[in-house]
């Protein structure tokens, strides 16, 4: 079970191109795309998920070309899209009926894969409330609902914990895990935490061009060593922000605690401390803007 992105491109309008020569091959697991926006994840997702075509490249699924044809992958793919939308008249056992029925599910076997699944996303109280009620997260928690009921083998979300609070964006998280041994799981966000929780690899995209494709640890390793912490007046921020790569800046009560991404230690007060994954993100980042600039 495999799914292979062969130099892909995306052009709109004949001159804004939206992702070029994206290539990634990916076995079962999850995948944490990551990118600030505007980078393309959307865009690919789509391609993905057979909505969009590719302007060059290709996609395959097992083999499959999914342009050519399509509905090999449609019948194993589950997708949550950004701007995922409901019928608000209906409440979420309506809806997911009317889902399992244009995706050929029904009878008994529908209906227990709705009550199992409006109990993983915590909802089976609220089963016969109206959409049109729902908060954003419960709105959430039903696209993950409807984007798992064929049981998918490949499993697509894009930014999928937006709306969702701490304690149910940990529930997804953990959701996420689970489901991944033997799928293949792209978890597109700009939440690096997201992606730290629950990716056993990570690609970085940019500009629609694939930066890198690695694993966390690996991901981590490269900017070892190379993450400072030391604490300054408020007024001293900005110049800092000029001068060094930022990661994090906390006021407490002795000053502003700034984290930097450096080669060598930017103040004689800085200590070294333990990356994370948005450190190495944001290097990541800024070492192909500099590359691309020059």
């Not at 995922?84 to 009878?107: I, K, S």
């Not at 609070?165 to 996420?176: G, Q, T």
């Not at 991901?219 to 604490?231: D, I, M, Q, R």
């Not at 000053?255 to 070294?272: F, K, L, N, T």
């Amino acid at each position: 079970m495999g799914l292979t992105i062969e130099r892909v491109s995306k052009v709109y309008n004949g001159k804004v191109w939206a992702l070029k020569q994206f290539s990634l091959e990916l076995g079962p697991g999850v995948l944490g795309l990551l990118g600030p926006n505007g980078a393309g994840k959307t865009t690919l997702m789509r391609i993905l998920a057979t909505i969009t075509r590719a302007t060059e490249g290709r996609v395959t699924w097992n083999g499959v070309d999914t342009g050519c044809s399509p509905d090999a992958l449609r019948a194993e793919l589950g997708y949550l899209p950004q701007d995922f939308g409901v019928y608000p008249n209906l409440n979420a056992d309506e809806f997911l009926q009317y889902l399992a029925a244009v995706r050929g599910l029904a009878g008994r076997p529908a209906r227990r894969r709705i009550d199992d699944l409006l109990e993983v996303v915590n909802l089976l109280e609220a089963r016969k409330r109206p959409l049109g009620s729902f908060s954003a997260g419960m709105k959430q928690r039903i696209g993950i609902a409807q984007a798992l009921l064929n049981d998918p083998k490949l499993l697509i979300v894009d930014e999928p914990t937006a709306g969702l609070d701490p304690e149910e964006r940990v529930h997804f998280r953990n959701l996420l895990s689970e489901l991944a041994g033997h799928r293949v799981v792209i978890l597109s966000t700009h939440i690096v935490s997201d992606v730290e929780a629950t990716a056993t690899q990570v690609a970085v995209i940019s500009h629609g061009r694939l930066v890198t494709h690695t694993s966390p640890e690996a991901l981590l390793k490269s900017v070892a060593g190379k993450v400072w912490e030391w604490v300054i007046p408020s007024s001293a921020l900005a110049k800092v922000k000029e001068s060094f790569l930022l990661s994090a800046a906390i006021r407490r009560s002795d000053g502003v605690h700034v984290r930097v991404v450096a080669e060598e230690s930017p103040h004689p007060d800085a200590a070294p401390i333990p990356p994370t994954l948005e450190d190495a993100y944001l290097d990541c980042i800024s070492a192909y803007r500099e590359a691309a600039a020059t």
